[in-house]
């Protein structure tokens, strides 16, 4: 027994000449405000609210003010968020007549100014104003509070479920959880396009690759106009909004993309402002030289009704790691990571 004093080496934590927080003994802290406020940027810059129902176009302009503070403590892969913020974000409406021409405009404020981790298992108070109180001033204020206060609270709730997860730690805790037991396994999950789905090494000493591929069709309904849901598949700040993940998307025919922090890479190959978007597309694990064709059609039989139709042709059924669930996952990531979210970020729900 060590003398009184002096502790037992085997039970003290040292601190180290190299800074190094060994197996994550200690608590450690990051400081999550500036990720907190490029996160709400991101997430309502130029959000749309309404495009055309009853006449009326509203959507968020963009985040004015965020204070307070924001952390993550994580201890041996334990997550502790802690976070009390204040937001205010700005919006702008319009009224137009039925030959579209604008009538009237307002400007206002979306305040809600106590965002706590202490409630986070409660929707925070949030206060709409209208800066002129006229008539078609309040009819946009009460078209904001109708519509706009479910999309914003919807966008406070996947910040919430970020910092649960980590929020800018996430990718550090996910990269230390498992070590990859092959360079094979290694590249899966490097490479996988669909951070929810885990893609399972097979126990084979050789893989033989099949040939064969398989045609994904999709048809989704989506409360808003077909342009505005163009823009979104087309503008690269709203996919990293949507997806939580970067992104880069030229608006040219022939111009480059990569979504999904690189796992998906391609080019337009033709494009049609509201109507058409059609890529090639290029999943990190298919085998060298293999590249699918994704078209999108755009129908709006109604104003603030769009129907999209998607095909994706091309898809091999395995990768170049013998896994043959490319199909179903790539099936999945569309509905639950693309179209599911578009709707519970945007509003666009039916």
Sequence with gaps: MAKFGEGDKRWIVEDRPDGTNVHNWHWAETNCLEWSRSFFTNQFSNAVILSGEGNLFIKIKKLEKLEGEAYVNVRKGKIIPGYELSVSLSWEGEAKDSEGKTISKAEGAVDMPYISDEN???????????KDEGAVGKALKEAMVKKGK????EKVRVFVEAMA????????????????????????????????????????????????????????????????????LMDENRWKGFTQSNAKISKDVNGPISVFDGSVTGMNVELEEGKL??????????????????KITFEEPEPGVTIVNLTHTDVPEEDRYGN????????????????????????FGM
Excluded at 120 to 130: G, L, N
């Design 324 to 347: 043959a669930t490319v199909v179903e996952n790539t099936e999945r990531g569309w509905r639950d990571l693309i179209f599911h979210r578009i709707r519970a970020v945007f509003g």
């Design 277 to 294: 978007i059609v890529q090639k597309w290029r999943f990190g694990s298919w085998s060298d030289g293999l590249d699918s064709t994704v």
């Design 150 to 153: 479910g999309v914003v609270l």
């Design 165 to 232: 997860k980590g929020g800018p730690c996430r990718d550090e805790l996910e990269n230390k959880k498992v070590a990859p037991k092959s360079v094979a396994a290694a590249a899966v999950e490097k490479t996988s396009v669909l951070p929810a789905v885990v893609v399972k090494e097979k126990e084979k000493k050789k893989v033989k690759t099949k040939e064969g591929f398989k045609t994904i069709t999709m048809t989704e309904k989506f409360s808003c106009r077909a342009k505005d849901l163009y823009e979104i």
């Design 120 to 130: 986070a298992d409660e929707d925070p108070e949030v206060r709409v104003s209208v």
